[in-house]
């Protein structure tokens, strides 16, 4: 990011410079509700009419702030952006906040008109000069009128039934998409190393030994699982989303599972090492009942004999082995 040494104070801005910086943010925030659109258009179409909507409204306020500037200083429009002000409020790129879902699209879109609002009221009431105060008035009593519009274009397209139906899906989604490969990798990475690691541990009684090996198969095993979700299904048919995002859930969560385990053998002592093994495999296995339990609407019970019972059938398997 550029450092804000190189950029322009906002009280040094003349007020054409103040009216084309609000024409060019006018303009983004406009590409941005379209993009916000694109992006919901397949699955949630209702919140995308909100979002087409928005844009609209953006395009409306930046031809009327085009007018005034052709009025007051004719036809030529500075160059001036956000990233040129030093302290001018940032927006993220949408690529970013799409992948977060729904809801986090709708406040993100209400802050947008929040910050706005507040740099604009920030700016008039540091203003000494009428006309520029008048001004930024004028911008921050748009953006306020933003906000209105926008819970007005809500109301129009997103019924109370239909915003439950749309957030049943983004809450789908999301287990489909996160919930469900992340899930299976923790059970994968939790369990499946369980065996190998506490093996070597009373094989060898060497703690650095028994880190190594839980390293490799930790990270071997969330990078198998990875691949092996990612390549599966692409998500087009079954609706589960992106093998990117669950090749990445699946993988990172089986890697985690297997380190937690490992980790505590980076200390020296062996028998404190095991201890804390051992405690960290009791949170992880109980973690994984409350998950499914959770997300999955899996009955606590059932969940605790397959996860719980399971892994300390697991564990005592490798302990045996290690003992042998």
Sequence with gaps: MRSSFF??????????????LAISSEEDDARIYRGYAETLRQEFP?????????????????????????ERFG????????EHVAGYFQRRPVWLVENLGLE??????????????KFYVTAAAHATDAA??????????????????AGDLEAKHLGPEIRQTEEEAAHRQFLLTWVQPGLAGLMDGSVSTLAPIFATAFATQDTWTTFLVGLAASVGAGISMGFTEAASDDGQLSGRGSPVKRGFASGIMTTVGGLG???????????TATAIAIAVVFVELWAIAWIQNRFMETPFW?????????????????????SG
């Design 104 to 117: 986090r699209i709708r406040a993100e879109a209400g802050a947008m008109e929040r910050e706005a609002e």
């Design 132 to 149: 520029t105060r008048k001004l930024l008035g004028d911008l921050a009593a748009a953006e306020a009128g933003h906000q209105i519009i």
């Design 261 to 271: 385990h490992a980790l505590p053998y980076l200390i020296t002592d062996f028998w």
């Design 75 to 82: 036809d030529v429009i500075p160059l001036i952006r956000r």
């Design 302 to 322: 059932r969940a605790t004999l397959q996860v719980v019972v399971g892994g300390a059938l697991v564990f005592s398997a490798g302990a045996l082995i290690g």
């Design 46 to 70: 209702d919140s995308a009419h909100v979002f087409d909507g928005m844009a609209q409204e953006e395009d409306r306020h930046r031809q009327q702030l085009i007018d005034l500037h052709q």
């Design 7 to 20: 950029r322009k104070r906002f009280r040094d801005l003349t007020e054409q410079e103040i009216l084309a």
